[in-house]
């Protein structure tokens, strides 16, 4: 059977009523291998679509936990190649989540070639400016990959509307202003934030950061179209005394939040 | 396919490639920036803090006693290590400061290697009533425990920094994750002229108040323009304040030294154009020191001013146009001109600062007396005495 596309999974969820769940897990961590287990264990728990994250050394929008996961990462000598091998092997529609150093040092041309040619389905780049993509927009349209932005609630509307403009596959909504982690509880901020990207977008919106338990989810499943969790995964493979135990951990918090997003409509 | 208008480049170089949350706080800076920079009162208020605040102008001292250890050439000291709390980081600390209340943020954050910036930056917030918080490495808090204590008895909050390399880079990370957290009610005060735009243009603006005064007091005493200005690099701030005012002067040669540590073929360095790559670093396009994956490596030097793996857009920018020139000076060719200006002028510069007047040797003899060599003595020692009395084997 054929991978589905990204365009089907959201609306597959969307005929389901629900949102789609996608699954952080950063190749390489925490070990090569130990990255594919973890990614089947999370499609094992129901998650939609994977974002793979490369690895690197100045990763300034995101919180500690995904810091150290990315620095087991690269003591593991986790390169585009290898992020390119994780990519291969997810039987779900997935993503890389890269910062744009590793990009450009690959080359803009050769890593969208790359990406697609195994498989991948786009690119999420948290610091790429729409004003800096030029190269970025070309390569990625003639390789079919799409372009994931993300925007936040400081984005004025006009600002929002030129991104979403760039924007193919989703949009990826913060939930609030500050780096990945889970936090204690949730602001208005996204469902604000959502709420005005409606207005300019009739892209899916997945929002992300900060969101980590059943009920978080269930909450952010009310407005969006995607829910996005990282941290809270890769804290359990950071606790966990072993692969096996982190791959059981890690599917079992992927199925409360599978049922978090079917029940954020359900009454 | 539409482009959008590309601002605060320099050539290929500069620009933004920062997360969408700081795109607003980054056109709001540039709007106080540009508005600030035609204002008559904020340029009034910012000169009366230079002239009764800062003791500007700075002074030109001619090192005629080092001079002859420079092929003769007129050596020209302008004296950036006067200024209150110890170098130029004063020049763009108080702009900033004064845009931070400008734009009505009351807090301000900042990052800091050796702890001169982050002195200046807490020197500022003082003065202007600001809160104060400064992220720096653990391990420069450690090498640099003085400089912690400064900042603390100005009233700043200094947080030591435990990701990564525990340095300057990691620092800025911090800072910059703050920043995204609270960018509504902070203003991120860089300390060099990198980083996403308007950082590299604002930073460079404010210091080129140097590059002003020194070229018209050059002119006064010597009746001419000099040879050459020289600068040490590490992010770039003090050279481009200096080299920007003598850009059009196409005589006037502009050479940067970077921080050769151990030598560039070691690869323990912090020279960013000489031994680096392009690539994107914090925000901004230009030389890095990355491996062939694109992650930063670690730099090194004995000054943690120029220990940073990445340089100002507009450096990269005059190099690749043969506008500037850049060359790296070791640890110990730095070591040996700081001892040198210490014995034959007393006058005990920053290690940064050694790295540009190991330079002078070199250039001077080069050109031989005649030449007229600016050097910026960009900051003085008194931060470095613990590690220069280490590295002479003088007993504390």
Same mark, same amino acid.
Not at chain 1, 29 to 45: C, V
């Given at each position: 059977?054929?991978?589905?596309?990204?365009?089907?999974?959201?609306?597959?969820?969307?005929?389901?009523?629900?949102?789609?769940?996608?699954?952080?897990?950063?190749?390489?961590?925490?070990?090569?291998?130990?990255?594919?287990?973890?990614?089947?264990?999370?499609?094992?728990?129901?998650?939609?679509?994977?974002?793979?994250?490369?690895?690197?050394?100045?990763?300034?929008?995101?919180?500690?936990?995904?810091?150290?996961?990315?620095?087991?990462?690269?003591?593991?000598?986790?390169?585009?190649?290898?992020?390119?091998?994780?990519?291969?092997?997810?039987?779900?529609?997935?993503?890389?989540?890269?910062?744009?150093?590793?990009?450009?040092?690959?080359?803009?041309?050769?890593?969208?070639?790359?990406?697609?040619?195994?498989?991948?389905?786009?690119?999420?780049?948290?610091?790429?400016?729409?004003?800096?993509?030029?190269?970025?927009?070309?390569?990625?349209?003639?390789?079919?990959?799409?372009?994931?932005?993300?925007?936040?609630?400081?984005?004025?509307?006009?600002?929002?509307?030129?991104?979403?403009?760039?924007?193919?596959?989703?949009?990826?909504?913060?939930?609030?202003?500050?780096?990945?982690?889970?936090?204690?509880?949730?602001?208005?901020?996204?469902?604000?934030?959502?709420?005005?990207?409606?207005?300019?977008?009739?892209?899916?919106?997945?929002?992300?950061?900060?969101?980590?338990?059943?009920?978080?989810?269930?909450?952010?499943?009310?407005?969006?179209?995607?829910?996005?969790?990282?941290?809270?995964?890769?804290?359990?493979?950071?606790?966990?005394?072993?692969?096996?135990?982190?791959?059981?951990?890690?599917?079992?918090?992927?199925?409360?939040?599978?049922?978090?997003?079917?029940?954020?409509?359900?009454? | 396919?539409?482009?959008?208008?590309?601002?605060?480049?320099?050539?290929?170089?500069?620009?933004?490639?920062?997360?969408?949350?700081?795109?607003?706080?980054?056109?709001?800076?540039?709007?106080?920036?540009?508005?600030?920079?035609?204002?008559?009162?904020?340029?009034?208020?910012?000169?009366?803090?230079?002239?009764?605040?800062?003791?500007?102008?700075?002074?030109?001292?001619?090192?005629?006693?080092?001079?002859?250890?420079?092929?003769?050439?007129?050596?020209?000291?302008?004296?950036?290590?006067?200024?209150?709390?110890?170098?130029?980081?004063?020049?763009?600390?108080?702009?900033?400061?004064?845009?931070? *209340?400008?734009? !009505?943020?009351?807090? @301000?954050?900042?990052? #800091? /290697?050796?702890?001169?910036?982050?002195? =200046?930056?807490?020197? %500022?917030?003082?003065?202007?009533?600001?809160?104060?918080?400064?992220?720096?490495?653990?391990?420069?808090?450690?090498?640099?425990?003085?400089?912690?204590?400064?900042? *603390?008895?100005? !009233?700043?909050?200094? @947080?030591?920094?435990? #990701? /990564?390399?525990?340095?300057?880079?990691? =620092?800025?990370?911090? %800072?910059?994750?703050?920043?995204?957290?609270?960018?509504?009610?902070?203003?991120?005060?860089?300390?060099?002229?990198?980083?996403?735009?308007?950082?590299?243009?604002?930073?460079?603006?404010?210091?080129?108040? @140097?590059?002003?005064?020194a070229r018209q007091q050059v002119l006064e005493m010597t009746g001419r323009l000099p040879d050459a200005v020289l600068a040490c690099v590490g992010g770039g701030s003090n050279a481009i304040g200096i080299f920007h005012p003598f850009i059009d002067d196409a005589g006037v040669r502009l050479i940067g030294l970077e921080a050769g540590g151990a030598g560039v073929e070691s690869g323990k360095h912090a020279a960013t154009i000489v031994g680096g790559t392009p690539g994107v670093l914090h925000g901004t396009r230009s030389y890095l020191l990355q491996d062939s994956d694109g992650q930063t490596i670690e730099s090194h030097s004995i000054s943690a001013g120029l220990d940073y793996p990445g340089v100002g857009?507009?450096?990269?920018?005059?190099?690749?146009?043969?506008?500037?020139?850049?060359?790296?000076?070791?640890?110990?060719?730095?070591?040996?001109?700081?001892?040198?200006?210490?014995?034959?002028?007393?006058?005990?510069?920053?290690?940064?600062?050694?790295?540009?007047?190991?330079?002078?040797?070199?250039?001077?003899?080069?050109?031989?007396?005649?030449?007229?060599?600016?050097?910026?003595?960009?900051?003085?020692?008194?931060?470095?005495?613990?590690?220069?009395?280490?590295?002479?084997?003088?007993?504390?």
């Amino acid at each position: 059977m054929d991978k589905e596309s990204l365009a089907q999974v959201f609306a597959r969820a969307k005929s389901e009523n629900r949102a789609a769940l996608i699954g952080y897990m950063p190749a390489g961590f925490p070990t090569l291998e130990g990255s594919k287990e973890l990614i089947r264990a999370l499609i094992a728990g129901g998650v939609d679509i994977v974002e793979v994250g490369f690895a690197y050394s100045d990763p300034v929008m995101d919180g500690a936990i995904i810091q150290e996961a990315a620095e087991i990462a690269l003591r593991n000598k986790t390169g585009a190649k290898e992020v390119l091998e994780v990519v291969s092997g997810v039987s779900v529609p997935s993503l890389v989540m890269s910062y744009w150093n590793p990009i450009e040092r690959y080359g803009v041309k050769e890593f969208t070639e790359a990406l697609a040619s195994v498989g991948g389905v786009g690119v999420i780049t948290p610091d790429l400016t729409i004003e800096e993509s030029g190269d970025w927009i070309d390569e990625t349209e003639r390789n079919d990959l799409r372009r994931v932005y993300v925007v936040a609630p400081s984005t004025d509307d006009s600002r929002l509307a030129k991104v979403a403009d760039k924007c193919s596959g989703f949009v990826y909504a913060a939930s609030l202003m500050g780096v990945t982690g889970a936090r204690n509880s949730l602001s208005d901020s996204a469902s604000e934030l959502v709420a005005r990207l409606r207005k300019v977008t009739n892209l899916p919106i997945a929002v992300g950061l900060g969101v980590s338990t059943a009920n978080q989810a269930a909450s952010v499943a009310k407005f969006a179209d995607g829910v996005i969790v990282g941290s809270a995964f890769i804290k359990l493979v950071l606790q966990a005394p072993d692969i096996s135990q982190a791959c059981r951990e890690v599917t079992s918090l992927a199925r409360e939040l599978s049922d978090g997003v079917r029940q954020g409509r359900v009454g | 396919m539409e482009r959008i208008e590309l601002v605060g480049h320099f050539g290929p170089y500069g620009g933004r490639f920062v997360p969408e949350a700081l795109i607003g706080a980054l056109d709001e800076l540039e709007a106080a920036h540009n508005s600030a920079s035609k204002d008559p009162e904020f340029q009034r208020e910012l000169s009366h803090l230079h002239k009764s605040y800062t003791g500007r102008p700075s002074i030109i001292t001619e090192a005629k006693r080092f001079a002859e250890h420079a092929g003769n050439a007129r050596i020209l000291l302008k004296r950036e290590d006067l200024n209150h709390t110890g170098s130029h980081k004063i020049n763009n600390v108080l702009g900033q400061a004064l845009l931070t *209340k400008r734009m !009505g943020k009351k807090r @301000i954050i900042a990052e #800091t /290697g050796a702890g001169q910036h982050g002195v =200046a930056s807490a020197t %500022a917030a003082a003065l202007l009533g600001l809160e104060c918080v400064v992220y720096m490495g653990e391990e420069d808090t450690k090498r640099q425990s003085l400089n912690v204590a400064r900042m *603390k008895l100005l !009233g700043a909050t200094v @947080i030591p920094v435990t #990701t /990564g390399s525990k340095t300057l880079k990691d =620092a800025i990370n911090e %800072a910059m994750r703050d920043w995204v957290t609270n960018v509504s009610t902070t203003h991120y005060l860089l300390g060099t002229v990198a980083g996403p735009h308007p950082f590299p243009t604002m930073v460079r603006d404010f210091h080129r108040i @140097i590059g002003i005064e020194a070229r018209q007091q050059v002119l006064e005493m010597t009746g001419r323009l000099p040879d050459a200005v020289l600068a040490c690099v590490g992010g770039g701030s003090n050279a481009i304040g200096i080299f920007h005012p003598f850009i059009d002067d196409a005589g006037v040669r502009l050479i940067g030294l970077e921080a050769g540590g151990a030598g560039v073929e070691s690869g323990k360095h912090a020279a960013t154009i000489v031994g680096g790559t392009p690539g994107v670093l914090h925000g901004t396009r230009s030389y890095l020191l990355q491996d062939s994956d694109g992650q930063t490596i670690e730099s090194h030097s004995i000054s943690a001013g120029l220990d940073y793996p990445g340089v100002g857009p507009e450096h990269a920018y005059l190099h690749d146009i043969g506008r500037a020139e850049y060359r790296a000076i070791t640890d110990d060719q730095a070591m040996h001109a700081f001892s040198l200006l210490s014995k034959s002028e007393g006058i005990i510069p920053a290690i940064e600062t050694a790295h540009a007047l190991a330079g002078a040797l070199q250039v001077g003899n080069e050109l031989g007396s005649g030449a007229i060599l600016l050097i910026n003595l960009s900051g003085r020692g008194d931060k470095d005495v613990q590690t220069a009395a280490q590295y002479f084997g003088i007993p504390l």
